[in-house]
């Protein structure tokens, strides 16, 4: 089996689906529950005995050891982080705990187990670790896009986070040998966002009349991947990628905010018009800068392409058609998310 670290979250629950519906191998699905866990993701493999799921934090290596002299799984891909770059700038402890401690916890358990494994599955075992292109700072606008070899210089304590435990990753291989790989991905979107991030942010303000915020001037711009895209690379990365090496995803679809917001505007007044006749757009309000706000993320996945063969399947155009039509087919999981508490950082982020 394959142990997945944060599958109850956005990317990792999304992948889960996606390796259950193409793979008889059984997942071991370990997930703390944060405000951005949610099990209501998971309700189609309820009855499964393929999915494993236990709630524990990646810090905790008395679980860990536990689970994986239990459990015996050939990889480990760790999607859990805190990961909203807003709440990193408001509360950076907890992003300082789980993704530098929690992924020292969690290699650290990992290399006690993989020490203790024959030779040959000594080999053919994997550390996957998910990152972000945020590591590499931001791009002004004539700059190549971030390839593996651009320096890391994190701007924000969530990507400062991120890079602190990617390098541990790295050092963990360089040092005992664990096999790692680590993946840096640009934006996600899709299926099962929690709604403090832009896309999905938008998507459901728009669709309950309220204010769409967009950050000082509408102007940064960030390249956009289809989530399961993502999925599809990692799994190929698994399959095939070298260990030690890191590998970018991305799918070539930069674009400015406001035109992101725009493009969904102009969708959900076609799938489903305002009462007024009015375009959503009418709900576009500016708001206060994000503090430290990077200006332009980009991703080469050129290596990831020659190497790997890997290709994403949906253009931006298809990919955010498929989104605001899957939220306007889902306000259950919906009704869900948007809970008390996440009410209140609605109230202190926006003013609103
Ligand atoms: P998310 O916030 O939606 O989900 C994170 C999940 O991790 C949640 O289910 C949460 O309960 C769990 N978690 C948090 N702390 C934990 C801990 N200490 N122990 C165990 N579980 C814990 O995040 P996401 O958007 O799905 O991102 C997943 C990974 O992908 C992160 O590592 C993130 O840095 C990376 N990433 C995200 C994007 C993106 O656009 N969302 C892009 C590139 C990379
Ligand atoms: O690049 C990969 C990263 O993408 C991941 O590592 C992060 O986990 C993920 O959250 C995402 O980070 P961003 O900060 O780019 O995503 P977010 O959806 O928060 O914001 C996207 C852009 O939209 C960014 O420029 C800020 C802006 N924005 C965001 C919100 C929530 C707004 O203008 N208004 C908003 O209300």
New binding site residues.
């Given amino acids: 089996m394959i142990l997945v670290t944060g599958g109850a979250g956005f990317i990792g629950g999304n992948f889960v689906l996606d390796w259950l519906a193409g793979s008889e191998e059984p997942v071991l699905n370990l997930d703390k529950l944060t405000y951005a866990g949610n099990l209501d993701t998971l309700a189609s493999l309820k009855d499964d005995s393929r999915h494993v799921f236990v709630r524990g934090d990646i810090g905790d290596r008395e679980l860990l050891a536990h689970l994986l002299t239990e459990h015996r799984p050939r990889a480990v891909i760790n999607f859990a982080a805190e990961?909203?770059?807003?709440r990193s700038i408001s509360g950076p402890g907890e992003f300082i705990q789980t993704n530098v401690v929690g992924t020292f916890n969690l290699l650290e358990a990992v290399r006690g187990y993989w020490n203790d494994l024959t030779v040959a599955d000594k080999q053919s075992f994997r550390f996957l670790h998910i990152s972000?292109?945020?590591v590499y700072g931001t791009l002004l606008p004539g700059d190549s896009p971030f390839a593996e070899t651009h320096p890391y210089e994190p701007n924000s304590p969530?990507s400062a986070s991120?890079a602190a435990s990617d390098h541990l990753v790295r050092a963990w291989h360089h040092t005992y040998g664990l096999p790692v790989l680590t993946t840096n991905?640009?934006?996600?979107y899709g299926p099962y966002h929690f709604p403090?991030?832009?896309?999905p942010?938008v998507i459901l303000n728009a669709l309950s009349d309220k204010p769409l915020?967009?950050?000082g001037d509408?102007q940064?711009v960030?390249d956009w991947l289809y989530v399961k895209d993502h999925c599809s690379a990692i799994r190929r990365v698994l399959e095939a990628g070298t260990p030690g090496e890191t590998y970018n995803i991305g799918g070539w679809n930069e674009k400015p905010?406001l035109e992101v917001v725009h493009t969904i505007c102009s969708i959900l007044d076609e799938l489903q018009p305002r009462a007024d006749g009015k375009s959503y757009s009418a709900q576009i309000t500016f708001?206060q800068d994000?503090p430290g706000?990077?200006r332009r993320?980009a991703i080469d996945a050129r290596k990831l392409e020659r190497e790997l063969g890997w290709r994403p399947a949906e253009t931006f155009e298809t990919g955010i058609r498929k989104t605001a039509q899957w939220y306007l087919d889902n306000l259950t999981w919906i009704q869900g998310v948007t809970s008390g508490s996440y009410r209140d950082w609605l109230k202190e982020q926006?003013a609103l």
């Fill in positions: 990961s909203h770059v807003d972000t292109d945020e969530y991120k991905c640009s934006n996600n403090e991030k832009l896309i942010l915020p967009i950050y509408g940064q960030r905010n708001v994000r706000h990077d993320y926006y």
